[in-house]
């Protein structure tokens, strides 16, 4: 059985595996495969969904998958992005996106999160930029109090900007993406501390970064990729010969990582397939990591303890990338 743990002070318990919402959708593979991957998620314990309307047709996925799932469950999805062009700070926009999420969904959501309420330039939420007030706030904490939603959250990726807005004390979860991973550890600067600080729940996004944790790229750390900086090249091959040392695959180092994290609720699974799936299972099963694994990493990751100034926010291995500012 999946442990459960605490989401802050919601009063809800949600599995440290989740499953995210954004590759059960027409980006990740027909329907029927994203039906099974989901029936098979709970079928074997997870009790987490995160979606959100920027996720494609991923609110519509689930609804059609989980129409007839009496289990329970806890449902996130977020506001933003609907509809289009979307309009922050109006408050019959808010309600239209909520209440289509709903529609979609055909279930009660559990959790409301704003979707990327740390990047004005994604979307405007904030009237009073200082202390983080507007139309939106006051939306959401209607929606609690009404019990139409039974917590309220952010949904982030910023390593500062969001610990600004997590300290205003409005918020019951963060969803914390691409800042707490094997490699990139900019989170455990400002956003955890002030999440724990506040007795929030937390929940990890993109612990396998992207995809840049989710296999090996051997050839291309040795001699390829040339977007890489010679600090990341030089800290991937610490990484893999760590990793070979201890005979363990990378997916499963990246997932133990971030449970091995006591303050740390619940991570995504970003799974589009029963397969995908079941590796992050499995790895989740076999528990935290030992203490001493868990130095070897922390020495790694201080290698580069931020973000090389050129560096592509989703590493692109495999793929042509042409510099920065291109496609």
């Not at 991973?181 to 992207?210: F, Y």
Request: glycine content about 10%; hydrophobic content about 40%.
């Amino acid at each position: 059985m999946l442990e459960k743990r605490s989401l802050g002070k919601t009063g809800l318990s949600v599995t440290l595996l989740g499953l995210g919402g954004l590759f059960v959708s027409k980006v990740g593979g027909p329907f029927e495969q994203a039906r099974l991957a989901i029936h098979y998620a709970l079928e074997q314990g997870i009790n987490y969904i995160d979606t959100a309307p920027g996720y494609l047709d991923s609110e519509e996925v689930l609804g059609k998958a989980l129409c007839d799932v009496t289990q329970p469950l806890v449902l996130s999805t977020k506001l933003g992005g609907r509809p289009l062009p979307f309009h922050p700070q109006e408050r019959k926009e808010l309600e239209y996106s909520f209440a289509e999420s709903l529609r979609l969904l055909g279930r009660p959501v559990d959790l409301l999160m704003i979707h990327e309420p740390d990047r004005p330039g994604q979307y405007d939420w904030w009237s009073d930029k200082e202390h983080f007030k507007g139309p939106v706030l006051n939306f959401i904490q209607e929606l609690k109090a009404q019990g139409a939603v039974k917590a309220i959250g952010l949904g982030g990726t910023t390593a500062y900007e969001l610990a600004r807005i997590i300290r205003t004390g409005c918020f019951d979860v963060v969803l914390t993406a691409f800042n707490y991973s094997l490699l990139w550890r900019e989170a455990e600067i400002e956003v955890l501390p002030a999440a724990i600080e506040q007795g929030m729940g937390i929940v990890i996004g993109s612990p396998l970064q992207q995809g840049a944790l989710a296999k090996r790229y051997d050839a291309e750390i040795a001699s390829g990729a040339p977007w890489l900086s010679k600090p990341r090249r030089e800290q991937y091959r610490a990484l893999y010969r760590l990793l070979d040392e201890l005979q363990m695959p990378i997916t499963e180092a990246a997932m133990r990582f971030i449970i091995s994290n006591p303050n740390i609720t619940t991570t995504l699974s970003g799974s589009r397939s029963i397969a995908e799936l079941e590796q992050n299972l499995i790895s989740v099963a076999k528990g935290p990591l030992p203490a001493s694994v868990l130095g070897r990493l922390d020495e790694i990751a201080a290698m580069v303890p931020f973000r090389p100034f050129e560096e592509p926010f989703g590493l692109p291995f495999g793929r042509p990338y042409w510099g920065p500012g291109q496609a």
